[in-house]
Nanobody, 121 residues
């Protein structure tokens, strides 16, 4: 009943910025929390940032550079990425914990398809 679509990835030079978007659609009643993960080739999937009950959490490698946010009216999450470097190159995935109108008190995790971010040195 819920779909997530990421966008905003692309190629950027080191030191540049990108803003990723994650648009949720479907029979949404409430979004409890959201997060961004990334995975580089040959590496483990890494939690980049999370937003829960107004609190944020960031991986040490992105603190001070990335900002997670959400627009409730648009059911859309964002990841603002500044001062990008080559180690930020990865596929970025959005996830949201969502309840539906059919079952407002039951939350489940949904995932987007991922968007590629490539940072050139």
């Amino acid at each position: 009943q819920v779909q997530l679509v990421e966008s905003g990835g692309g190629l950027v030079q080191a030191g540049g910025s990108l803003r990723l978007s994650c648009a949720a659609s479907g029979s949404i009643f409430s979004i409890n929390s959201m997060g961004w993960y990334r995975q580089a080739p040959g590496k483990q999937r890494e939690l980049v940032a999370a937003l829960t009950s107004g609190r944020t959490n960031y991986a040490n490698s992105v603190k001070g550079r990335f900002t997670i946010s959400r627009d409730n009216a648009k059911n859309t999450g964002y990841l603002q990425m500044n001062e990008l470097n080559a180690e930020d190159t990865a596929i970025y995935y959005c996830t949201m914990r969502v309840s539906t109108t059919r079952r407002p008190d039951n939350f489940y995790d949904y995932w987007g398809q991922g968007t590629q971010v490539t940072v050139s040195s």
